[in-house]
Structures are given as structure tokens and as C-alpha cells.
């Protein structure tokens, strides 16, 4: 029968960071990278998309009636409205890079093992793994 493991050697080992190795991190630098990247592209076009709607209010708002100055604002503060959360995942990617720098980031935060680099990717602000994630949403 197997022993009760070393109380002394568990302990130590769960204080212990899990380590990742170089070439991991590296893979899950490069992806958030890209995603951030990604939504950088897509703020921007968010952006003059938003200039857009700016200009053809100044420009032909005279001839509009009342209904179509109304659906441009609208539209307008749907694009404003989507910049703004594009802009708040451009934060959250990069405050996982920064995390990543200081071997923060990629750990589950409840179970402490490694996210796999596939869902870091996917949802670069995942804190928890996806047996976690699932135990978390049946609750
Ligand atoms: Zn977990």
C-alpha cells in the first residue's frame, strides 16, 4: 500500500510554481500578440468608421429629415459604444502580457494548472481552465 505522501515534500511542492516551459510562453506571448493586433485593426476601422458617420452628419444632415439625423446618431453611438469594448479587450490583452513578463499569467486561479495555449488564444483574458470554467458556470 502506498504511503500518505511526505507532508513536508507536499507542501513545499503545491507552494511551488508550476513552470512553463520557454517555448510555451513564447507560443502564448505570440498569440495574444496577434489578438491584440487583431483588435487594433479593429478598433481603427471602428474608428473611421466612426469619423465617417461624423462627416456625413456635417455634410448632408441638411437635407435629412429628423428620422434619418436619429438613426445616424444611433449608429453612431453603437460604433462609439463598440470601440469602447474593443478598446477594454486591447487593455485586457495587453495586462495579460504584462502578467506573462512576470509569470502571472496562463495559471488557472483555481485550481493552479497551466490554461492550455489554444484557449489563451481564444479568450486571451481566461482565468481559468475549462474544467473550472464549467464546474463555475453549473453552479
Ligand atoms: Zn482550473
Do not use: H
Not at 76 to 104: P, Y
Amino acid at each position: 500500500m502506498a504511503k500518505p505522501a511526505d507532508t513536508r515534500t507536499a507542501g513545499r511542492k503545491a507552494a511551488a510554481k508550476p513552470t512553463r516551459s520557454a517555448a510555451e510562453t513564447e507560443k502564448i506571448r505570440a498569440a495574444l500578440a496577434a489578438r491584440r493586433d487583431e483588435l487594433r485593426a479593429e478598433y481603427d476601422q471602428t474608428l473611421s468608421e466612426i469619423t465617417e458617420l461624423q462627416r456625413d452628419r456635417l455634410t448632408d444632415s441638411a437635407g435629412d429629415d429628423q428620422a434619418d439625423t436619429g438613426t445616424k446618431t444611433f449608429e453612431r453611438e453603437q460604433e462609439i459604444s463598440l470601440a469602447n469594448s474593443i478598446l477594454e479587450r486591447i487593455t485586457q490583452v495587453e495586462r495579460a502580457l504584462e502578467r506573462l513578463d512576470e509569470g502571472g499569467y496562463g495559471w488557472c486561479e483555481r485550481c493552479g494548472n497551466p490554461i492550455p495555449v489554444e484557449r489563451i488564444a481564444a479568450f486571451p483574458s481566461a482565468t481559468l481552465c475549462v474544467t473550472c470554467k464549467q464546474l463555475e458556470e453549473r453552479r
